[in-house]
């Protein structure tokens, strides 16, 4: 019990949404507001759950293959909500969460960190060289998403609309789609060998901040309870997120913002509750490598791993292939906060003041959204 009301504990006080969501769907039919809100919130524990089975079988499973499980399983919960947009044909919502999620680690999450950790102290020190590394791999795959907007811009085709569900672009862009995200799964690739295997020293850091802040630390489950606990918090989060997807629309309307705004910061944020809440816990405790690696790592991972995984599904799921071209907005925003995050993680040093400045950008982009 005692757990519960702790700082990692929190996310599974909100389990009875679960059950909420699930009668207000299926018994009573209700308003797709309360539908939303409750599935929202039903999100948040199967996260959690999903995250904490993962760590678990992390550190069982050795340092090689529990860092494969952490950064493959990390982003479960946003997946599984963006796998079910697709079968629902929201592709722009799918893009949106996509760059939403980028924007919340570079800017709210890792702002929330700085901030909150760099208050009463006059700054937090962390590592350099693994940011910098991870930042690298992030302008990596802005130009990667930049080039095929690009390409649509020439051929006359245009940027997808705010309000649009899904813009078909024909063969071509569908191709060149495919091969952005082929290259960016093999950087991704890349990626994990070069922070696990040649250069696992340069990350060491990471593990050990994880550990004192006990992100890491275990409750000593054993392998078959870890897959259980997985295979439970992936069956809740496949059911709560089709009730979210399945409110979303009449939802957005009732509330009047758009399908975009939901999709860029709410899906986002929601997707990635408890692993935020982490990151922003490590940082108070002075744990600064922990949550950088967080939020610069977890966007890298969304960038390059989520986004071709879902490319790749579109040709299976849904009503077709989804290009890689993303509105106005969002390659605007994208790139002022990978820029931003570049910036503020190049001297391995941190303040609450930069923190602010994050958070300002944030909250600046999420007023734009809103007015689309």
Known sequence: MRFLFSAQGWPYLLAPFILVAVLLEFAFHADPVLIFVSAALGIIPTAALMGLATEELAARAGPGIGGFLN??????????IAVFL?????????????????????LLVLGLAMFVGGLGRSRQSFNRTAATAQAA???????????????????GGGLPGVEEVIHDYGSDLEEL????????????????IFSMRTHRDVFNPVAHGAEDAGHHATHGWSVKRSL???????VAVGLVSEILVGSISEAAESIGISEFFVGVIVVAVVGNAAEHWVAVLAARKDKMDLAVNIAIGSAAQIALFVA???VLLSFVIGPGPMPLVFNGFELGAVLIAVLIGAYVTQEGESNWFEGLQLLAVYVVSALAFLYA
């Open 137 to 155: 791999m992030l302008f990596l795959a802005v130009a990667a998403l930049i080039m095929p907007a690009i390409y649509a811009l020439i051929q």
């Open 308 to 310: 071709p995984i879902l």
């Open 71 to 80: 950064v493959t399983l990390g982003n479960a919960a946003e997946l599984i």
């Open 86 to 106: 697709l079968a629902e044909g929201l592709q722009e919502v799918v893009k949106a969460s996509i760059i939403g999620s980028i924007l919340g680690n570079l």
């Open 177 to 192: 789609s495919l091969g952005v995200a082929i290259v960016l799964g093999i950087t991704y690739v890349g990626g994990l």
């Open 228 to 234: 259980a606990m997985l295979a439970i918090a992936g």
